[in-house]
């Protein structure tokens, strides 16, 4: 038996009590996020009535299929289904007022208990603590290379309970251009901490932010204060140390603060459920592109791309630490925009080819929509899937990643890009066209893969003994291979072929730098190797291939994978 509940005993008369369970285990966070939602609706509504449960049950889904709600509103029985049919779980819901005669007992003839019961059923699930409320910040970041501004657009309480595990509140990790701190005016004590990168944060560094502005939409995501809070958000200055560009306060308890529901994504699915969503990395697996009849395709392309990523080291070792969610809001037609090509799509999340001018570059700047859509998921990271074949993706640190489904190169594009987006891993290769320039003073990357220090890299305790620094490899060759590749590549770009002389154009330089980087002196030792981070001299990586580096067979390299490591600690237990 559980109760649910944030206000002890005296809020009896507006108290949502689910007093039994069957057939399905529905875990601790999807009876709160049930709780969640029915205090939601009181707030709004007054005494929220089943209709309304029922509405909010159906629309947040959580990836149940069936429910069936019985309940008790002011003595009078009701007892409705969500869908037809037989249903897969049952929860007995009471909501009581004060005086009410009690109800209740799972699935079986519901019947009356004295109020006593109910009281221990309270004390038996005391211990069982209801997480806080997930408030989210959204607000515009306008501004030049050479200033920038901030306005809050709107305060929202999203339809889930903070997913996080409140234990680990404090990011320690040094990750990320920008940063946040959620403190406690009362006590000045930092509640909440994050670092992370943004569309704006790239934008700033292109050649047109010289000339023109851009604005973009922005969100800060943190566990339900109590009290009024101040939120400082910082960024890094010239020597990538984080100084304070932007403080507000915030009142959580504000009328402005919106608890209501956005729209309906259509349905969670629960593609890998290993726990509790505050003990797991929670990862969102997005469909951009997919129209109702797709998501059959939708759920087949996530899973692929999950498999994919589960069978790379380290994620393949703490498989279990993970839980994967899938959303996919159906698309009126097929496909994403590429406007370099001529096609434009109003798909429901807005991605798009060639942001800032990069024709494989795959962005979304809806990030309003994008956040509302995400939030019916329990989530902490996402990556969306477009549905296509042009070769395509990004990824960036705390926002999210994004790959092109269909094609040859889509699963590996999917790990590469999460590992931006999860471990703020930095491009290790440096032969591409880049749509962004790089300072040309060499100054300690805060990437956690690359190094500007090549005798004293960040990856030390990790260095092959006796390895020389820098460590010497065939740097020469392996440029001018590369860079007849690139003209290839943009030759059949130019001339618009087909994606499948793309696809077998990489296969072959796949074929040749796996040989060439796998059969060097130092291939497979750690040490500190020039051409890193979109330069070909200063930077150094921690081995001659990686997937960060290369499309190549192999796995990442050292350095990437202790820092991987070092954010699954972060989310799970
Ligand atoms: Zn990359
Ligand atoms: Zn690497």
């Known amino acids: 038996m559980f109760q649910t509940g944030h206000h002890g005993l005296e809020g009896l008369g507006r108290r949502l009590f689910i007093l039994g369970r069957v057939l399905v285990q529905l875990d601790l966070h999807e009876l709160q996020a049930v709780e969640h939602l029915i205090q939601l609706g009181g707030e709004t509504f007054g005494d929220p009535g089943l209709a309304d449960v029922h509405h909010r049950l159906e629309v947040v889904g959580l990836g149940l299929q069936e429910l069936s709600l019985f309940g008790c509103q002011h003595g009078a029985l009701q007892s409705s289904r969500v869908r037809q049919g037989e249903p897969k779980l049952c929860i007995v819901v009471a909501i009581l007022a004060a005086e009410a005669p009690i109800i209740t007992k799972s699935q079986e003839k519901p019947m009356p208990r004295p109020l006593g019961i109910i009281f221990a059923a309270l004390a038996a699930g005391a211990a069982l603590a209801a997480p806080p ?76 932010a010289k000339t023109s502005s851009f604005t973009s939409s922005e969100s800060l995501r943190f566990p339900m204060p109590e009290r009024p809070v101040q939120i400082n958000l910082k960024k890094r200055d010239g020597q990538n140390a984080f100084k304070e560009i932007w403080t507000f306060t915030l009142d959580p308890k504000a009328d402005t603060v919106d608890p209501s529901l956005p729209p309906g994504p259509g349905g969670v699915i629960a593609l890998e459920k290993n726990g509790d969503p505050y003990e797991k990395v929670d990862f969102l697996i997005l469909g951009d592109g997919y129209t109702a009849a797709e998501r059959g395709k939708f759920e087949k392309d996530a899973r692929r791309m999950m498999e994919l990523l589960f069978s790379k080291s380290p994620y393949k070792e703490h498989r279990k630490d993970f839980n994967v969610w899938g959303i996919c809001p159906p698309a009126r037609e097929s496909g994403i925009s590429r406007p370099s090509t001529g096609i434009h799509r109003r798909s429901p999340l807005g991605c798009t080819y060639d942001a800032f001018g990069s024709e494989r570059y795959v962005l979304t700047f809806d990030n309003r929509t994008l956040r509302d859509v995400a939030g019916y998921a329990p989530y902490e990271f996402m ?49 591409s066209d880049v749509y962004y320039e790089t300072g040309k003073a060499r100054i300690e990357p805060w990437m956690p893969n690359v190094t500007a220090d090549p005798k004293h890299p960040k990856w030390q305790a990790l260095l092959t003994p006796g390895i020389p620094l820098p460590t010497p490899w065939k740097k020469a060759e392996f440029e001018k291979d590369s860079h007849a590749y690139q003209k290839e590549r943009r030759q059949i770009r130019a001339e618009n ?62 350095a990437c994978q202790g820092a991987i490591e070092q954010i699954i600690r972060l989310y799970a237990k």
């Open 383 to 431: 990556e969306i899937l477009v549905n296509g074949q042009t070769y395509g993706g990004g990824g960036i640190f705390g926002l999210y990643g994004t790959v092109a489904s269909d094609n040859a190169f889509g699963p590996y594009i999917f790990v590469h890009e999460f590992g931006h987006h999860f471990a703020d891993l930095a491009d290790e290769y440096y032969t």
């Open 133 to 208: 409320a997930t408030l989210r910040v959204d607000y515009y970041h306008t501004g030049t290379a050479q200033a920038e501004s901030f306005a809050v657009d709107r305060v929202v309480v999203e339809p889930l309970p903070w997913p996080g595990n409140l234990a680990k509140s404090i990011d320690d990790t040094n990750r990320g251009k920008f940063y946040f701190e959620v403190v406690d005016r009362a006590t000045n004590r930092v509640l909440y901490s994050r670092g992370f990168s943004s569309i704006f944060g790239e934008w700033e560094d292109t050649p047109e």
């Open 497 to 558: 072929r087909p994606e499948s002389e793309m696809e077998a154009l990489m296969k072959r330089e796949e074929a040749k730098e796996t040989v060439h980087l796998g059969q060097d002196t130092w291939s497979g030792k750690v040490g500190a190797f020039e051409g890193a981070n979109y330069e070909a001299t200063g930077y150094y990586r921690s081995q001659t291939d990686c997937i960060m580096f290369t499309r190549d067979q192999v796995p990442f390299c050292a």
